[in-house]
Every structure is written in structure tokens, then in C-alpha cells.
């Protein structure tokens, strides 16, 4: 069966530092990937997406950054994290076609000190 | 463009009372629809789908049918517990059975909150 690592759960890091988020897909091939923000309150806000290894979509100008080096592993990242990145983040994954949803993963509980 | 629409919450309900959380949306072709669960910490776990007009997609109690004449997805559970408090999102993949990469599209959620 198909399962979606996302790590770590929790973080806290000082305003400026850098940020590196993982998640990992095991049990299918070639998946969609996705990275989901849930700010304050409880709308998601599509961040990413992937189709392909080294192929990242962005959906809204962030001080964000993702990267997909091998088929199953999608990575969120920053080089200087702003009070405003603070979140939940998910990771998610899709069959590349047809008429089915997406499996999360658990999320990163980020905030920005 | 594709869209969803949720009822405003938070929704507040004693237990073994019915629910229904509407869901419309907006979409060309034919697209495929699903509720999302979240509870408190944790990820969006898919409750159910439907991927055509008048299916009816049912998990623990809950169901929706899909509704193309009223284009609405609308969550029902006839007496709910005080384990079914979490956020509820309605969501739609537009372009179901075709070349689509599969990307879905959101409501904002829907906060049920269940007393005992």
C-alpha cells in the first residue's frame, strides 16, 4: 500500500534561518506532489507542485522554494524564513490521472520566532 | 475559473443531531468531487468521493451526492458525535478522466464543533 512521509512534525526557527521540510512517498511511482500552507484559520493555499522529477510548479510567489531530486521525495525549502512563513504545512500526493484525490501527509507545525 | 464554495461556520451541533454542511461549486466538463476531514494537528484524511452526476459517495455515517443539475456536493450525516468535530473541506478535480495532472481545488472549510 501507499504511504506519505512528512517530517518533522513540529519545528520552531528563529526569523532569517533556513528551512528545509521532506516528505516522501513510498508504495507507487511517478505520483503528483504537492506542498499545501494552512495559515491562521483553515484555508489551504496550493505553495507546489510536481509532476515529474527536477519539474516544480509554483502557484504564488513566496519566500519559499521546492525541489523534487528523486521520483518520491518533494522538498520544501528557504534560505531566510520570515514571521509570516510561520503555518502548517502539508504535503500531498495524486495519481498522475484520473478522478481521484489526494493523500496527505501528517503536516509540519512551522512557527517563525 | 474552477471553484468551491463552503457554508460559513463554525457549526455547532449537540450530539445525534443531523448535519449538512453545503458544498457548490463551479467547474466546466465533468468534474469529480470530495470531502476532506481534518481534525485537530493532523493532515486531511478523504472521507468520500464522487466521480459522476448523481453518485452518492458514503464513509462512517456520512454521505453527499453529487448533484450536476444544482451543481452541489452537499455533506449529510444523520446523528453525529462528539468525534466528528473537525474541519470539513469540500473539493473538486476538474478535469476528471482526462489529461489533467489531477490538481484539486479547495473550499475554505467548515469548522463543526460537536457537544455531548
Known amino acids: 500500500s501507499q504511504t506519505i512521509h512528512q517530517w518533522p512534525a513540529t519545528l520552531v526557527q528563529p526569523v532569517g534561518s533556513p528551512l528545509s521540510l521532506e516528505c516522501t512517498v513510498e508504495g507507487t511511482s511517478n505520483p503528483n506532489l504537492y506542498w499545501y500552507r494552512q495559515a491562521a484559520g483553515r484555508g489551504l493555499q496550493l505553495l507546489f507542485y510536481s509532476v515529474g522529477i527536477g519539474q516544480i510548479s509554483s502557484e504564488v510567489p513566496q519566500n519559499l522554494s521546492a525541489s523534487r531530486p528523486q521520483d518520491r521525495q518533494f522538498i520544501l525549502s528557504s534560505k531566510k524564513l520570515l514571521l509570516s512563513d510561520s503555518g502548517f504545512y502539508l504535503c500531498a500526493w495524486s495519481v498522475q490521472l484520473g478522478s481521484y484525490g489526494y493523500t496527505f501527509g501528517s503536516g509540519t507545525r512551522l512557527t517563525v520566532v | 475559473g474552477d471553484s468551491v464554495t463552503q457554508m460559513e461556520g463554525p457549526v455547532t451541533l449537540s450530539e445525534e443531531a443531523f448535519l449538512t454542511i453545503n458544498c457548490t461549486y463551479t467547474?466546466?466538463?465533468?468534474?469529480?468531487l470530495f470531502w476532506y476531514v481534518q481534525y485537530p494537528g493532523e493532515g486531511l484524511q478523504l472521507l468520500l468521493k464522487a466521480t459522476k452526476a448523481d453518485d452518492k459517495g458514503s464513509n462512517k455515517g456520512f454521505e453527499a451526492t453529487y448533484r450536476k443539475e444544482t451543481t452541489s456536493f452537499h455533506l449529510e450525516k444523520g446523528s453525529v458525535q462528539v468525534s466528528d468535530s473537525a474541519v470539513y473541506f469540500c473539493a473538486l478535480n476538474p478535469n476528471a478522466g482526462g489529461t489533467s495532472y489531477g490538481k484539486l481545488t479547495f473550499g475554505q472549510g467548515t469548522i463543526l464543533t460537536v457537544h455531548p
Open positions: 467547474a466546466t466538463g465533468y468534474p469529480s
